[in-house]
């Protein structure tokens, strides 16, 4: 998971330093709107392989705008884009936060980020919503697990 997050989102500079000039124009990404556009689609893209291989696909990643989770779901066989939406109270978000990514943007140090400087577009008709505040992680996944089985998508 981590290797995947930081090949896809790994900033220009970085990029830059790694593999050179025309690899980082053409992946490097950051946190403007755009390059959150792109992330999503990208991510769409690769989960849209796997879906072709008949391999089941879990993403979980900040995609705040709803029109980048609705190209993505446009471009996936049909119910294989299932929505999730983790409901969490920014206070949780930010008491949550092992990088200290919120107190960054806070302190003006990220610029564009969710839920401070930039919106989050909570979707409108997810297939499953996961109040995320007051539960465990293992509840979550279990509620994932149980609706995934009463669709059919996995058994056991």
Do not use: W
Request: charged share 30%; aromatic share 8%.
């Amino acid at each position: 998971g981590d290797n995947v997050r930081h090949g896809l989102n790994a900033t220009p500079q970085i990029l830059l330093e790694r593999h050179g000039e025309a690899f980082a124009s053409r992946f490097g990404l950051g946190f403007g709107k755009e390059d959150r556009e792109e992330n999503i689609r990208r991510i769409g893209a690769v989960a849209g392989l796997f879906c072709d291989a008949g391999i089941a696909t879990l993403s979980a990643f900040v995609s705040p705008y709803r029109a980048d989770r609705d190209a993505v779901r446009a471009g996936l066989s049909q119910g294989d884009f299932i929505e999730v939406f983790v409901d969490a109270p920014l206070e949780v978000c930010e008491s949550r936060d092992p990088k200290g990514l919120y107190k960054k943007a806070r302190a003006g140090e990220i610029k564009g980020f969710t839920g401070i400087d930039d919106p989050y577009e909570p979707p409108e008709s997810p297939e499953l919503v996961l109040e995320s505040g007051n539960k465990e992680v293992a509840v979550l996944a279990d509620e994932v697990m149980a609706y995934l089985r009463s669709m059919g998508k996995i058994t056991g």
